[in-house]
């Protein structure tokens, strides 16, 4: 027996989804069909307002739904210390340190020779931008510790070697292998005051 059309429709499109195979999808597209109408129009609209209403900010890179995000719009935070991160959610595990009071840099990737990202693809011109522009005094290379966000990381220094600027590297109180997002407060803290010169 085959599933209806509509059913195998809503399968693919959850399928699409990071980590999501073919059983988690199917079991999904069940919950959806149980839910009743008012939760479906209000999840669907939820799914439209994070493409119509959300974008990134011109400054930094974070998603906002404001011209500039919080974080870019707010003179209370150091300009002068940029902290570079892979993608908007490791902006935010770091923000949950309640540690770091600089400004964030968000790359939107990493450099990889398996994915065929090079450092054209991701967000690095408009740092060295922010850099050039002056008042940047450090920059500290928050990728994840991995063969992408080393490479990563060593890039951007060797790019940043020609300004006056300090290049610092999370201290590895991070797991090797691991991911910003999935990290503990405390351990955040840690890696923040730890930091070192590249």
Same mark, same amino acid.
């Given at each position: 027996?085959?599933?209806?059309?509509?059913? =195998?429709?809503?399968?693919?499109?959850?399928?699409?989804?990071?980590?999501?195979?073919?059983?988690?999808? =199917?079991?999904?597209? #069940?919950?959806?069909?149980?839910?009743?109408?008012?939760?479906?129009?209000? &999840?669907?609209?939820?799914?439209?307002? !994070?493409?119509?209403?959300?974008?990134?900010?011109?400054?930094? /890179?974070?998603?906002?739904?404001?011209?500039? !995000?919080?974080? !870019?719009?707010?003179?209370?935070?150091?300009?002068?210390?940029? !902290?570079?991160?892979?993608?908007?959610?490791?902006?935010?595990?770091?923000?949950?340190?309640? =540690? &770091?009071?600089?400004?964030?840099?968000?790359?939107?990737?990493?450099?990889?020779?398996?994915? /065929?990202? /090079?450092?054209?693809?991701?967000?690095?011109?408009?740092?060295?931008?922010?850099?050039?522009?002056? /008042?940047?005094?450090?920059?500290?290379?928050?990728?994840?510790?991995?063969?992408?966000?080393?490479?990563?990381?060593?890039?951007?220094?060797?790019?940043?070697?020609?300004?006056?600027?300090?290049?610092?590297?999370?201290?590895?109180?991070?797991?090797?292998?691991?991911?910003?997002? #999935?990290?503990?407060? #405390?351990?955040?803290?840690?890696?923040?005051?730890?930091?070192?010169?590249?």
């Amino acid at each position: 027996m085959k599933y209806p059309e509509v059913f =195998e429709r809503l399968v693919e499109s959850l399928k699409r989804l990071p980590g999501v195979g073919t059983k988690s999808a =199917e079991r999904m597209a #069940y919950q959806i069909i149980d839910m009743d109408l008012e939760t479906i129009q209000e &999840f669907s609209a939820s799914l439209l307002d !994070c493409k119509t209403k959300l974008h990134h900010c011109p400054i930094c /890179g974070q998603i906002t739904e404001n011209d500039v !995000c919080d974080v !870019c719009s707010d003179d209370s935070r150091d300009s002068s210390i940029i !902290c570079v991160v892979q993608t908007p959610k490791d902006a935010f595990a770091l923000e949950r340190a309640k =540690e &770091f009071k600089g400004k964030y840099h968000i790359l939107h990737g990493v450099i990889s020779v398996t994915n /065929g990202t /090079g450092p054209d693809d991701i967000n690095i011109a408009s740092l060295i931008k922010r850099v050039k522009d002056g /008042g940047v005094k450090e920059v500290i290379i928050a990728t994840n510790p991995n063969v992408e966000g080393e490479t990563t990381a060593q890039y951007i220094a060797r790019l940043l070697e020609k300004y006056h600027v300090n290049v610092t590297r999370l201290a590895y109180g991070l797991p090797v292998g691991g991911n910003l997002d #999935y990290t503990d407060e #405390y351990t955040l803290v840690k890696a923040l005051e730890g930091r070192r010169k590249i």
